[in-house]
């Protein structure tokens, strides 16, 4: 069971907008940076979301995240049918001394 | 453009120990501003934090590990392995290399990511 805790599955329709949660607690998510990722299928993650906020190059601006407190907040908007993956957050825990990933969410565009 | 590149054995037997190399192509390893990460991945699984290392050499270990973990770094080489002890059958997972960039202008990100490498542990 993951420190950061994630929904196992969302979905959505074609051009609507979907949340993914990741909840931690003080040690982790509130005081330090989320960084969110994308898997596809037999692929390697791909960055989205650093430093909580930000898109690298290349990332359009339908992907976007944000924190509050312990929990941080990956949205995808105009969903596409190449947008289904697996979706994880990521961040360093200050008790733990040691970095984090959730549990992973599916994304199924419906 | 930054590339990493794992290699190694790709089947270990239980007890033995694991090794992989991640190349680093494209960019200098000698930055302040980067770390350089293992993660791995079991069939059908999540990620799992590995560790990291420092272009100077010291280290973070994911403590569930620790004790039979080593990373090490040659930049000499541009390159950075992994030594993963007294394996099991739960070591057995696409292991991924990957760039950690930290700070404000990196937002502790891994941002750059090899295409993994599957190991399995098996008899």
């Known amino acids: 069971q993951s420190v950061l805790t994630q929904p196992p599955s969302v979905s959505a329709a074609p051009g609507q907008k979907v949340t993914i949660s990741c909840s931690g607690s003080n040690s982790n998510i509130r005081d330090n940076y989320v960084s969110w990722y994308q898997q596809l299928p037999g692929t390697a993650p791909k960055l989205l979301i650093y430093?909580?906020?930000k898109r690298p190059s290349g990332i359009p601006d339908r992907f976007s995240g944000s924190k509050s407190g312990t929990s941080a907040t990956l949205a995808i908007t105009g969903l596409q049918t190449g947008d289904e993956a697996d979706y994880y957050c990521?961040?360093?825990?200050?008790?733990?001394?040691?970095?984090?990933f959730g549990g992973g969410t599916k994304l199924t565009v419906l | 453009q930054l590339q990493l590149q794992e290699s190694g054995p790709g089947l270990v037997k239980p007890s033995e120990t694991l090794s992989l190399t991640c190349s680093v192509s494209?960019?200098?390893?000698?930055?302040?501003?980067?770390?350089w990460g293992w993660i791995r991945q079991p069939p059908g699984k999540g990620l799992e934090w590995i560790g990291n290392i420092y272009y100077s050499g010291s280290t973070y270990y994911n403590p569930s590990l620790n004790s039979r973990l080593t990373l090490s770094v040659d930049t000499s080489k541009s390159h950075f392995s992994l030594r993963l002890s007294s394996v099991t059958a739960a070591d057995t997972a696409v292991y991924y290399c990957?760039?950690?960039?930290?700070?404000?202008?990196?937002?502790?990100?891994?941002?750059?990511w090899g295409q993994g490498t599957v190991v399995t542990v098996s008899s």
């Open positions: 990957a760039r950690l960039s930290v700070g404000s202008t990196g937002g502790d990100a891994f941002d750059v």
């Open positions: 494209g960019g200098s390893m000698r930055s302040s501003i980067y770390y």
């Open positions: 990521g961040t360093w825990d200050n008790s733990l001394h040691t970095g984090l």
């Open positions: 430093g909580t906020d």
